[in-house]
């Protein structure tokens, strides 16, 4: 019966010391527990902060990026707008371009046309020009021939003068002689009378 009692004493003794071991056990899983939980608040509240943060630099970021769109819509536009212009002012000088090219073709036609009209008009005035030097040779040699003429002529004529002048003052001599005959021969009819 003591020995019963032993055992059942000492059994009793080793439950109470797991008992105890347990207990400690239980305590400090209740500890860890508690860390644990104390962990997961501090991480639940990190994971807040770090959401809000996030959601703080998305909300930047779309507003950066709706920012940036802004920016680069009113840069297209404004780049669209310049090109527009641009376009225009191309438009322009092209048409200016094309403008002063048909100015240019006419005036360089109506040159060409003054040119060969000139050209013709000079071809014109050479050939006169070599007409009139070929008529001036003729009426040159014509003139020496007209003044070797004349001096022929003249020199007949002087001839002919002098021919004419001693036939005249022969005939005059003649009548004169004749008037004298004629005079002594009616002087003894008058007498008679």
Same mark, same amino acid.
């Given at each position: ?5 032993? &055992? ?11 008992? &105890? ?7 400090? #899983?209740?500890? %860890? ?11 639940? +509240? +990190? ?8 959601? &703080? ?22 780049? &669209? #707008?310049?090109?527009?212009? !641009? ?12 403008? =002063? ?16 009209? !000139?050209? $013709? ?14 008529? !001036?040779?003729?009426?040159?040699? $014509?003139?020496?021939? $007209?003044?070797?003429?004349? +001096? ?9 003068? $002098?021919? +004419? ?5 022969? %005939?005059? %001599?003649? !009548? ?10 009616? =002087? ?6």
């Amino acid at each position: 019966m003591a020995e019963r009692q032993t &055992a059942i004493d000492e059994a009793l003794q080793v439950a109470r010391s797991q008992i &105890a071991d347990l207990t400690t056990r239980l305590e400090q #899983a209740h500890s %860890l527990l508690n860390r644990r939980d104390g962990d997961i608040d501090t991480l639940r +509240s +990190s994971l807040a902060t770090l959401a809000e943060q996030r959601d &703080a630099e998305q909300r930047r970021s779309h507003e950066e990026a709706g920012r940036h769109a802004d920016e680069r819509r009113r840069l297209e536009e404004r780049a &669209a #707008a310049g090109e527009r212009r !641009l376009l225009l002012q191309i438009d322009g000088e092209r048409q200016k371009t094309k403008q =002063a090219n048909a100015a240019l073709g006419a005036l360089e036609r109506r040159a060409e046309a003054s040119r060969e009209k !000139l050209e $013709a008009a000079r071809k014109a005035l050479t050939d006169q020009l070599q007409e009139a030097e070929v008529d !001036l040779g003729s009426l040159r040699q $014509a003139l020496a021939s $007209a003044n070797e003429r004349s +001096s022929e002529l003249r020199g007949l004529l002087e001839a002919q003068n $002098a021919s +004419s002048a001693a036939a005249l003052n022969q %005939l005059n %001599l003649l !009548l004169a002689e004749r008037a004298r005959k004629t005079s002594v021969a009616s =002087a003894p009819l008058r007498r008679r009378t």
